[in-house]
């Protein structure tokens, strides 16, 4: 199975197709006792489908891009199985690492811990002191190495894009994770449309308001239409929309495949202006919202 082989997908600028479903790993590894269970339901994510994994050398300080690691090794050796090519590997760098000198060393120790020999995207966790252009550089020479193939960045509102994307080389940002969900919609009125016009997936974070959607009467109503689930239709209603991922996170087999469900979920008009009506789209604009 190929990274295109996901219902949704998502167009990045250098030519590839990516799942528009992925796995976030944010509070996996923060409990050695639970570890053998986690890496069972990244384990079992693969075997479901997911192809995209998210994860940051923050995440219970790389212990996520450990566990992370051990189930991509696992399912990468079981003969006829996985190829590294198919994977879609994100990590992301703390701000005060995204100088040039230090990113090389977090990078490196990001890909000790997940056992892989480069990253397919590598994210400026957020915006910090270290300029813009010297982490350009970071990220250009992590390229050049062969350590990462593309760069991008998370928690950039349109100003910052913007900013970004006039400097030397900023125009190589291949994506900007977000925190995008039907209670911050926020990205739609400006962040989004800036994003599609450069074919930069927008990576949304935290879709299902970290779990909180799960009990919404209006996704409930609709989820009952289709046989679904709240959740599925709080997914379903990003997907739908041009340029978008989504990288729910869940530790539980059940709830993963009742994620990767979404991808089967139709909205119907009269479903949208329910969704509408109940999270409002932006008519203005909305500072980005961040976790
Ligand atoms: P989320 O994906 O919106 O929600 C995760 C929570 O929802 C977990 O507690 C999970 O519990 C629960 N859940 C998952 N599926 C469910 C379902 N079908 N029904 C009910 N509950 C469900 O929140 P998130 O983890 O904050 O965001 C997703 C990923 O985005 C993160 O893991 C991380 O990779 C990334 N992220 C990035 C940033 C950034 O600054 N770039 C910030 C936040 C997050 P169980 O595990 O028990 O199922």
Redesign the pocket.
């Known amino acids: 199975m190929s990274p295109s082989d996901s219902s949704h997908t998502v167009a990045t600028s250098d030519g590839a197709c990516w799942p528009a479903m992925?796995?976030?790993?944010?509070?996996?590894g923060e409990d050695a006792a639970g570890r053998a269970t986690e890496v069972k339901?990244i384990r079992a994510a693969l075997d479901i489908g997911y192809r995209v994994i998210?994860?940051?050398e923050m995440?219970a300080d790389g212990g996520?891009e450990s566990v992370a690691g051990d189930a991509i090794a696992q399912a990468l050796t079981r003969p006829g199985s996985l190829q590294r090519s198919d994977l879609v590997v994100?990590s992301?760098v703390y701000p005060h690492h995204a100088s040039r000198r230090e990113m090389r060393r977090s990078c490196e120790a990001s890909l000790s811990r997940l056992r892989l020999d480069y990253l397919d995207l590598y994210?400026l966790?957020?915006r910090g002191t270290v300029p813009l252009a010297q982490t350009i550089e970071a990220f250009e020479d992590l390229v050049a190495r062969g350590m990462i193939k593309r760069w991008g960045v998370?928690?950039f509102d349109i100003d910052d894009m913007r900013e970004l994307s006039a400097l030397p080389g900023g125009a190589g940002c291949a994506a900007n994770?977000?925190?995008f969900?039907l209670t911050q919609r926020g990205p739609e009125f400006d962040l989004l449309p800036w994003q599609r016009t450069r074919t930069m997936p927008l990576?949304?974070?935290?879709?299902?308001?970290?779990?909180?959607?799960?009990?919404h009467p209006t996704l409930r109503r609709i989820a009952s239409r289709h046989d679904g689930?709240?959740?599925?239709v709080a997914l379903a209603a990003l997907l739908a929309q041009t340029g978008v991922m989504?990288?729910?996170?869940?530790?539980?087999e059940?709830?993963?495949r009742?994620?990767w469900g979404a991808q089967y979920i139709r909205l119907t008009p009269d479903d949208r202006a329910e969704l509408d009506k109940a999270f409002p789209p932006p008519r203005t604009k909305h500072p980005l919202a961040?976790?």
């Open positions: 992925g796995l976030g790993t944010w509070r996996y339901a998210d994860t940051a995440y996520a994100v992301k994210l966790h957020w998370s928690n994770q977000v925190y969900s990576m949304a974070y935290s879709p299902l308001d970290q779990g909180a959607l799960a009990h689930t709240p959740t599925q989504v990288i729910p996170k869940s530790g539980n059940q709830r993963l009742e994620n961040m976790l």
